[in-house]
């Protein structure tokens, strides 16, 4: 299965090759008894090995004080329109019936370092983001530091961080700039400011009975800055935080932090576009959390390595494609040694020297026409359900 994710979501019918090639004619062609097996395999194990290999990648780096720093963001995964799919996750908006695939939301965390992944929630595309965070908020831990977006930076969000002892840096809203006579000046775009919770017994995302348990008034660190980049216009930000100490955390570092947040958004376009998951086979909802979590196995394993490789420095970039390939190919020779009853650390040493010499250079900044240029699929789109189209096809 780690095989298939990494050969860029293939199908089980390219494991069952293998298998043959290996074992010559012994194995059979049919890709049945491999989907039964793949079937019996839980997602929950599945994710306590991911897991694990992320908090061993991060263990490799510098922490900078913090159990983990976390860049939260959501996306969406596509998979095979069937009734189960179906009744899990609908359609998105303005497809009709048999005309589109169905479509989950899912909120994920991901490591800024060690670059590992996981899902903390998955729902219906029509999910907002900070629902799906609210319902991951019993995954926080003690020590924790989340980078976000807008679409976290709330109260609640504060107040749920503080009841797990952690801490959160998001990007702030336009009602954020309003100042108050007893905001406290820490320099230039820098102060501390008092949320209090709304009144209002009504709350769409936290039960009535948790709300009551949030503190009256919550103290934040409100931050102003510019962006200036080179062949960008400047951009002014506001950044709220819970971390209130400016000789501890300096202005800078909390901006320096929140930048990285766009490393999620290469993440998964290292997913769904290098290892092509942004489509995923499964043909129920089991089935679906199964190869998601398959993926994130595959991708926590190559940032391992690379960490690795790295021996934790921040300012090396390997490049993800190379890698997988190189994994993979590692898989098949470890079953080889496993069998034989041989160590696999000779291999595995192997496997970080060659991820070590494959090393990205730092191109220089390439000039970017201000236009976009589309190309057209070659296909029409759908206008009836697929069973009509099938049927033309056989007449």
Not at 67 to 80: E, K, P
Not at 145 to 150: A, H, N, Y
Not at 367 to 373: C, D, E, F, G, T
């Amino acid at each position: 299965m780690l095989g298939q994710a990494l050969n860029r979501n293939a199908p089980c019918k390219d494991a069952v090759r293998r298998l043959q090639i290996e074992f010559g004619e012994t194995a059979s062609s049919s890709t049945a008894a491999y989907c039964k097996a793949r079937y019996r395999v839980r997602p929950e194990t599945v994710r306590i090995m991911s897991t694990r290999l992320s908090a061993e990648a991060d263990g490799l780096c510098d922490t900078h004080g913090f159990n983990r720093i976390l860049a939260l963001d959501a996306t969406t995964f596509q998979m095979s329109d069937t009734d189960a799919n179906r009744s899990e996750w609908p359609y998105a908006g303005g497809q009709k019936p048999g005309c589109g695939f169905p479509v989950a939301s899912a909120l994920m965390a991901h490591s800024l370092v060690g670059k590992g992944s996981e899902v903390l929630a998955m729902a219906s595309w029509k999910a907002h983001d900070f629902r799906l965070y609210v319902e991951s908020s019993g995954s926080f831990r003690e020590g924790d530091l989340q980078v976000g977006d807008r679409a976290f930076c709330s109260y609640t969000a504060f107040a749920l961080l503080r009841e797990a002892k952690a801490d959160g840096i998001f990007r702030g809203k336009e009602w954020c700039l309003k100042t108050r006579a007893d905001d406290i000046a820490l320099g230039d775009g820098d102060r501390i400011t008092v949320w209090r919770k709304c009144q209002s017994k009504r709350s769409m995302t936290v039960p009535k009975e948790r709300r009551e348990g949030f503190p009256d008034e919550i103290r934040v660190r409100v931050i102003t800055a510019t962006i200036r980049a080179r062949g960008f216009r400047d951009e002014k930000i506001v950044v709220v935080t819970s971390l209130l100490d400016p000789e501890k955390y300096p202005k800078e570092m909390i901006l320096k932090l929140y930048l990285r947040r766009w490393e999620i958004e290469v993440s998964f376009r290292d997913m769904k576009t290098t290892l092509r998951y942004e489509f995923v086979r499964g043909q129920s909802p089991r089935m679906v959390k199964l190869e998601i979590e398959i993926l994130l196995l595959a991708y926590n394993l190559m940032r391992y390595v690379m960490s690795r490789g790295g021996k934790g420095s921040q300012g090396i970039r390997f490049g993800i494609a190379s890698t997988s390939a190189a994994v993979k190919s590692f898989l098949s020779v470890i079953q080889s040694v496993y069998r034989s009853g041989r160590s696999c650390a000779r291999a595995f040493s192997r496997l970080v020297a060659a991820v070590v010499s494959d090393v990205l250079p730092r191109r220089k900044r390439r000039p970017y026409v201000r236009a976009v240029k589309r190309r057209p699929k070659p296909y029409p789109l759908l206008t009836k359900p697929r069973g009509e189209y099938a049927s033309e096809e056989v007449k």
